[in-house]
């Protein structure tokens, strides 16, 4: 005789698992995301290989998506991880925006969240949703700033929104942590539930 499967149901999945690798639909994501392509495309041009500048940056945005996705996708089973890699993904995300800082002071450029308020609110209200939109307004004609200047201000503040995002992303993760607890919490209040839903039905 073929042996039953057992096979939980959506709702005791989420019960158990909670809701998970849903990394995609989070704008801390999606932001992280584009700082990284965003990066590598400023460092290529920008930052020579040669240059230990170039590699740091590029593994720091990378560290930022890589990082809130590895964590969404084990927020199953450790919710405690979820915490840790959001942490290091937000920690990047800062060390990103101190060298998008440090780039204009090394290059002699102006910083426009000290230097020019007007530009830098700007770059703030840009919200590209797409690398080529990035591209577009630092390519803009007509502007007085040169290309780099333009680009690594608006790498700064994509780095700062950014990290501003995760660092929201990390506080509701926490909250949900201490409301809900960790898989084996989960775990064992669904089998309470089940124990007791056994019983109930064997009263009736």
Same mark, same amino acid.
């Given at each position: 005789m073929e042996k039953k499967r057992h096979v939980l149901s959506s709702e005791s999945s989420e019960r158990i698992f909670g809701k998970h690798s849903g990394f995609r639909n989070l704008k801390a994501y999606r932001l992280a995301e584009l700082c990284y392509d965003y990066t590598c495309r400023?460092?290529? &041009? *920008?930052?020579?290989?040669?240059d230990r500048h170039h590699d740091q940056m590029v593994q720091a945005a990378r560290s930022g998506f890589q990082n809130i996705r590895e964590g969404s996708e084990l927020s199953a089973t450790t919710k405690k991880l979820e915490l840790n890699l959001?942490?290091? !993904?937000?920690?990047?995300?800062?060390?990103?925006?101190?060298? *998008?800082?440090?780039?204009?002071? &090394?290059?002699?450029?102006?910083?426009w969240e000290t230097d020019n308020a007007e530009l830098f609110a700007e770059a703030r209200r840009l919200y590209p949703e797409t690398l080529a939109d990035a591209a577009a307004w630092v390519n803009r004609p007509g502007q007085l700033q040169c290309h780099e200047e333009r680009? !690594?201000?608006?790498? !700064?503040?994509l780095s700062a929104q950014a990290h501003y995002l995760v660092e929201k992303?990390?506080?509701?993760? !926490?909250?949900?942590f201490e409301k809900g607890g960790g898989f084996s919490e989960r775990l064992y209040r669904a089998r309470v539930d089940k124990r007791q839903n056994g019983q109930n039905k064997e009263m009736e």
């Amino acid at each position: 005789m073929e042996k039953k499967r057992h096979v939980l149901s959506s709702e005791s999945s989420e019960r158990i698992f909670g809701k998970h690798s849903g990394f995609r639909n989070l704008k801390a994501y999606r932001l992280a995301e584009l700082c990284y392509d965003y990066t590598c495309r400023f460092c290529e &041009r *920008y930052v020579p290989v040669s240059d230990r500048h170039h590699d740091q940056m590029v593994q720091a945005a990378r560290s930022g998506f890589q990082n809130i996705r590895e964590g969404s996708e084990l927020s199953a089973t450790t919710k405690k991880l979820e915490l840790n890699l959001t942490n290091v !993904a937000r920690g990047s995300l800062g060390e990103l925006h101190k060298d *998008y800082k440090k780039h204009l002071q &090394r290059k002699g450029l102006s910083l426009w969240e000290t230097d020019n308020a007007e530009l830098f609110a700007e770059a703030r209200r840009l919200y590209p949703e797409t690398l080529a939109d990035a591209a577009a307004w630092v390519n803009r004609p007509g502007q007085l700033q040169c290309h780099e200047e333009r680009a !690594a201000n608006l790498g !700064a503040v994509l780095s700062a929104q950014a990290h501003y995002l995760v660092e929201k992303l990390l506080a509701r993760q !926490a909250e949900d942590f201490e409301k809900g607890g960790g898989f084996s919490e989960r775990l064992y209040r669904a089998r309470v539930d089940k124990r007791q839903n056994g019983q109930n039905k064997e009263m009736e």
